[in-house]
């Protein structure tokens, strides 16, 4: 019978992401292995190269950020989509403050054009999955403009995102009523896009 694993993959990607919600610069194998208190082998055995621990940490955040995200747009009154996709991101982020942390460096940070094609596919799928639940959320608004895609975008990803970068980036808790600031904004806009002005 084998032995048990003891460093598996989600446990160094929790490990990772920490790191990287500092600074992904900080997120190197040997981090990660000093961190966990793993033998470095642990953690080649699970991710080969730097670029594909940069790149699973990155797939594993956003899938775990859009599960809730594309929920929210997918709702049927475009108001109550855009509202509760502005306000999964405040809660999420706030549950999650180093994925977050992480988000909020981009993927470029995180060595993107250089993860292996199959990790860059799904990336490149998800993000596509994004704008396109985006591009609906827009038609079904009235008018359906460019104006109201951008305005949608500021609203539910802009704006809120914003709120967070302030508290994390500034060390300290998103406070409790960052959700109802942020509804009123995503409410505001909302009639902005109505009158398509």
């Given at each position: ?123 490149d799928r998800r993000a596509t999955e994004l704008e396109r639940a985006l591009d609906r959320l827009a038609t079904r608004t009235p008018g359906g403009s460019a104006l109201n895609r951008e305005l949608l975008t500021f609203a539910v990803i802009d704006a809120p995102y914003a709120v967070v970068r302030r508290y994390l980036r500034g060390g300290s808790e998103i406070p409790a009523g960052a959700e109802r600031m ?16």
């Amino acid at each position: 019978m084998g032995r048990p694993t003891v460093y598996d993959a989600d446990l160094l990607l929790d490990v990772a992401v920490a790191l990287a919600a500092e600074s992904p610069e900080r997120l190197t194998m040997s981090a990660v292995a000093a961190k966990a208190g793993a033998p470095s082998g642990s953690v080649y055995h699970r991710f080969p190269n730097r670029p594909a621990l940069m790149g699973e940490l990155w797939l594993r955040t956003v899938s775990q950020f859009q599960t809730g995200f594309l929920g929210a747009l997918g709702a049927a009154d475009p108001v109550a989509a855009r509202v509760g996709a502005a306000r999964h991101v405040i809660a999420w982020s706030r549950e999650h403050p180093d994925e977050a942390g992480a988000l909020l460096h981009g993927a470029a940070a995180f060595d993107a054009a250089a993860w292996p094609a199959p990790i860059a596919v799904e990336a490149d799928r998800r993000a596509t999955e994004l704008e396109r639940a985006l591009d609906r959320l827009a038609t079904r608004t009235p008018g359906g403009s460019a104006l109201n895609r951008e305005l949608l975008t500021f609203a539910v990803i802009d704006a809120p995102y914003a709120v967070v970068r302030r508290y994390l980036r500034g060390g300290s808790e998103i406070p409790a009523g960052a959700e109802r600031m942020i509804e009123q904004c995503a409410r505001t806009l909302a009639g902005t896009i109505a009158t398509d002005y």
